[in-house]
């Protein structure tokens, strides 16, 4: 059972553009939403994450926005360059105990073009 | 740079065989988090281990086993190997034991089962 649902699965912008990827949960345990940034051959790297008590975070030129009602939160890259073409993944945890792990979406590969 | 240490980056070997992955995590950090990221299922959760005690277990085959070591150094054994076990293995390390701190990863040991 998929737990965190991403989309879309790819995504092509071009420069200067906004780059959204969406995710939805259902899991409502769940407290924390981080974003991660994966470039071939390298791991995963934590980009900005949010907590269910508030509705948006920003960070530079990534924002979250959180519809916890919905169970849903996406990311929005303004500007979008081509250095941010690279897999991006959502995810979910709980600080409850059990599977502590996080939760990932399958990922969005996302291309800026010049 | 994550700081984080997986050894070695790339590892082939036959079905049937068992293999040892390693990974160091950043200085200080306590817990170490393993995960298995493949085309088909995506980056799934693992393992958890603080300061040297197994605190939760995700979609773990009883093939595999892990344990972290007195110097936080920690290694997933995989054994009886299949063909499917083929994908890219990462470790990630945290300061703490909650899984709503930012976890750092390393770049992964890549694992093909011939």
């Known amino acids: 059972q998929q737990q965190v649902k991403q989309s879309p699965q790819s995504l092509i912008v071009q420069k200067g553009g906004i780059s959204i990827i969406n995710c939805a949960y259902e899991?409502?345990?769940?407290?924390?939403f981080p974003w991660y940034q994966q470039f071939p051959g390298k791991g995963p790297a934590l980009l900005i994450a949010?907590?269910?008590?508030?509705s948006e975070k920003k960070e530079g030129r990534f924002t979250i926005s959180f519809n916890k009602s919905a169970k849903q939160f996406s990311l929005h890259i303004m500007d979008s360059q081509p250095g941010d073409s690279a897999t991006y993944f959502c995810a979910a945890t709980h600080s409850g105990g059990g599977a502590d792990g996080l939760t990932f979406g399958k990922g969005t590969h996302l291309i800026i073009q010049p | 740079d994550s700081g984080v240490t997986q050894t070695p980056k790339h590892l082939i070997t036959a079905t049937g065989q068992r293999v040892t992955l390693r990974c160091s995590p950043r200085s200080g950090d306590l817990s170490v988090y393993w995960y298995q990221q493949s085309l088909d299922q995506g980056l799934q959760f693992l393992i958890h281990y603080y300061n040297g005690e197994e605190r939760a277990k995700g979609n773990i085959l009883e093939r595999f086993s892990a344990q972290q070591f007195p110097d936080l150094h920690s290694e997933l054994n995989l054994s009886s190997l299949e063909l499917g076990d083929s994908a890219l293995y990462f470790c990630?390390?945290?300061?703490?034991?909650?899984?709503?701190?930012?976890?750092?990863f390393g770049q992964g040991t890549r694992l093909t089962v011939v």
């Open positions: 990630a390390s945290s300061p703490q034991a909650g899984p709503n701190t930012e976890a750092f």
């Open positions: 949010i907590r269910p008590d508030v």
């Open positions: 899991n409502t345990a769940f407290d924390y």
